[in-house]
T-cell receptor
Framework: AQSVSQHNHHVILSEAASLELGCNYS??????LFWYVQYPGQHLQLLLK??????LVKGIKGFEAEFIKSKFSFNLRKPSVQWSDTAEYFC?????????????FGQGTTLQVKP | EPEVTQTPSHQVTQMGQEVILRCVPI?????FYWYRQILGQKVEFLVS????????KSEIFDDQFSVERPDGSNFTLKIRSTKLEDSAMYFC??????????FGPGTRLLVL
């Protein structure tokens, strides 16, 4: 069965620290990869996505992620976090072309940034 | 920017009652989804819907659940006889082929 695993459940950082959140998935075929963010009291918003092409993708608010096919990974990074990045981060995957399949989510990582 | 909307934002119901959660997907989207998130757990897929029929459903989506697109704008999730374990945040999403799934703000359902 397909699954997504996020390595960290709760991360606490100080402002300006660098961030890396791990995400691994299990599926051998063509995948589409996503990071969604959920700010307190708000709905899921797309941070970035990978469908094909350059494995290093850049998203909103200075976030980027690298798809490493050999490691089945899609880690999220940000060089310098801000207090406003405090949120829940979800890695998700679906498979096949068209992106019309179900999204499978990881369990989420709560990021707390201290001012 | 167009958004997926959901009503109500919160619903409290008694066990055994029927509930209908409503969603208005983005107008030119053709693919629709329901997901749920039990408190403290991951977001789980329930069902996908295209061309007026279910494309895929999860094990969670049993006979107590149904979906409908009653008109050109709404997409509903009905739970016929709610159970305590149905308490969760329910998210609707929509997209066009090849594009990202956009999520609504969710309906928080509490079954007492």
């Amino acid at each position: 069965a397909q699954s997504v695993s996020q390595h960290n459940h709760h991360v606490i950082l100080s402002e300006a620290a660098s961030l890396e959140l791990g995400c691994n998935y299990s599926y051998g075929g063509t995948v589409n990869l996503f990071w969604y963010v959920q700010y307190p009291g708000q709905h899921l918003q797309l941070l970035l996505k990978y469908f094909s092409g350059d494995p290093l993708v850049k998203g909103i608010k200075g976030f980027e992620a690298e798809f490493i096919k050999s490691k089945f990974s899609f880690n999220l990074r940000k060089p310098s976090v801000q207090w406003s990045d405090t949120a829940e981060y979800f890695c998700a995957v679906n498979h096949g072309s068209g992106n019309t399949g179900k999204l499978i989510f990881g369990q989420g990582t709560t990021l707390q940034v201290k001012p | 920017e167009p958004e997926v909307t959901q009503t109500p934002s919160h619903q409290v119901t008694q066990m055994g009652q029927e509930v209908i959660l409503r969603c208005v997907p983005i107008s030119n989207h053709l693919y629709f989804y329901w997901y749920r998130q039990i408190l403290g757990q991951k977001v789980e897929f329930l069902v996908s819907f295209y061309n007026n029929e279910i494309s895929e459903k999860s094990e969670i989506f049993d006979d107590q659940f149904s979906v409908e697109r009653p008109d050109g704008s709404n997409f509903t999730l009905k739970i016929r006889s709610t159970k305590l374990e149905d308490s969760a945040m329910y998210f609707c999403a929509s997209n066009r082929e090849g594009e990202t799934q956009y999520f609504g703000p969710g309906t928080r359902l509490l079954v007492l």
